[in-house]
């Protein structure tokens, strides 16, 4: 069983920047996709940005070059630097994990959730 825990997130303003983390315990992250996804009120789960087994990366268009993710693993933590927030970028922000070696973008693609961290941008 895979546990995800999250960390960061907050208020802030508008062109500033956030980092989250995705930590996970009793498995290594090094052989898992790990993805992240945002919802906002009255929206869909949204897929952000997926980094693979081997370190390559996928973003969604609306975070490219603004959203960078990295993983540690020898701390089994993904990170999520967000630079340039917009109010549009207002969501409750989950990373999620998965074993294989492809990129997954779907919400169902992923076996493990972590519990969400808010993050609001005001203008």
């Known amino acids: 069983q895979v546990q995800l825990v999250q960390s960061g997130g907050g208020l802030v303003q508008a062109g500033g920047s956030l980092r989250l983390s995705c930590a996970t315990s009793?498995?290594?992250?090094?052989?898992?996709?790990v993805g992240w996804f945002r919802q906002a009120p009255g929206k869909e789960r949204e897929f952000i940005v997926t980094?693979?087994?081997?370190?390559?990366?996928y973003y969604a268009d609306s975070v490219k070059g603004r959203f960078t993710i990295s993983r540690d693993n020898t701390k089994n933590t993904v990170y999520l630097q967000m630079n340039g927030l917009k109010p549009e970028d207002t969501a409750i922000y989950y990373c999620?994990?998965?074993?294989?070696?492809?990129?997954?973008?779907?919400?169902?693609?992923?076996?493990?959730w972590g519990q969400g961290t808010q993050v609001t941008v005001s203008s």
């Open positions: 999620a994990a998965r074993s294989g070696s492809s990129w997954y973008s779907r919400v169902y693609e992923y076996n493990y």
């Open positions: 009793g498995r290594t992250f090094s052989s898992y996709a």
């Open positions: 980094t693979r087994s081997d370190g390559l990366t």
